[in-house]
């Protein structure tokens, strides 16, 4: 009784201590036993699973098999029948699951690197994934890097993007790190490797959180930002003091779209002046100043009211779709906010957004406009928009224009730190007048 007594008094001091570990560093918990466990778990159960995931393979091979053979001769004539065994050597079918390699455990998971057979393509395991992560009952399985005949998946025990905080990062120009992506990596937004994004998603959704983000991120930078707010400038007029230039009513957009459209041209000139192909192959002391402009509700730009503002709005969308055709050599940046960027809302809509090549797809209502944001992507980033919750604002599907596609999150940047950054750094905010006004710079010689 006593000997009793003590095994269980020992279990469940090892109980005990199993959960304490677990509770108060995790961390070593997860590396030091759940994770060698989990991966027992995963090795013993991958033919299975691979199997019922459809990602094996049918190989002949020869197997030796006992079979059981009728004998022929008097004893067949009695009643009974009588049978021999005999071993044969038989072409078989067996299943192949695809090879495993070492896992490796990660923070929130592990990765493991799986040969292809021959015959597959990523996008069979793509399509797998989710299949897996249930038969392991993960958060999620993806297929993070892709080898010839190679790829790693990456299994996931929660959701890395449920809290997203950022370590500060030395920030280079035009570049801004708003959140995370899902494999635990900074989200980069690098405006010279991808000159325009559009920012879509559902009212609610994060859509100005990240531009929150953005405007803090680029207030210490040397560049001019732009906003138009029409909205009636409740968004972006806080942010005055770092802006260099605000429209909140359609006439200002169309005077400071013609004001931007005439700051392209005249890099332009200058540039062609000094046989440079765009402002970055310019001598330093000629190279303007970077402008990203921020449109806060793109709808707004294009709804008439009536006939009488047609024209505008078309102006306003030659103007917008000229500045993204041309921006991108000459320094100029846009990131277009919006519900929905369809061609309901008139022609223009769509060439313009096939010039913004970033895309971020917030939660959306409908399917609609996640395929309007990513459709030209891989049908599996388009499941991933549409599965994102409405508890989590600020999760996103984003996509650089490599075609790569990543979940991510925005780090919550509230309105007065955003705020802040643009009074802190006001000092910084170029003269529009001056900016726009500047004669082009053109060399004596040229
Ligand atoms: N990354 C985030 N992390 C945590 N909370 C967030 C995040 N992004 C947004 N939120 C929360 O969601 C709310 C709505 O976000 P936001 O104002 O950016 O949405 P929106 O898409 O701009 O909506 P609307 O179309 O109505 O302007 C914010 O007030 C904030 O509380
Ligand atoms: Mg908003």
Redesign the pocket.
Known sequence: MTDLLLVLGVLAAAAAGLWAWRRWHPASFWYGIAFPLRAVLVYLTWHHVASGCKLTRNRRRFRLTLDAVPVVGPASRSTATVVEHKRRVRRVDVEHAPRLGVLRPTRLGWRMRLRLHDGQVPADYEKAAEGIAHAWRVHSVRVVDVRPGYVTLWATMRDPLTE?TLSPAPAELLTVRP?KLENGRDWVMDFRTVPHWLNA?????????????VIRDLAPQPVALVGFDL?GGV?FTPYAPRLSALATTRKESVDLLSDLVGEVENRMVTCRAHGARNVWTLPEHLRPVPVVVLV??VAELFLMADKSEKEEVSRTATALLRLAQLGRAFAVHLIV?G?RIGSDLGPGVTALRAQLSGRVC?RVNDPETANMTLGDLDPAALDAARAIPAE????CIVAGQDGAWHRA???????QAAEQAARDWAHLTPDWDALVGSVPVVHPAA
């Open positions: 997203v959140g998603g559902a009212t609610q959704s994060g859509k100005s959180n990240l531009a929150n983000a909205k968004e806060d509700e906010c519900q917030h989590t604002p600020g999760v999150r925005s780090v919550y940047v509230p309105e």
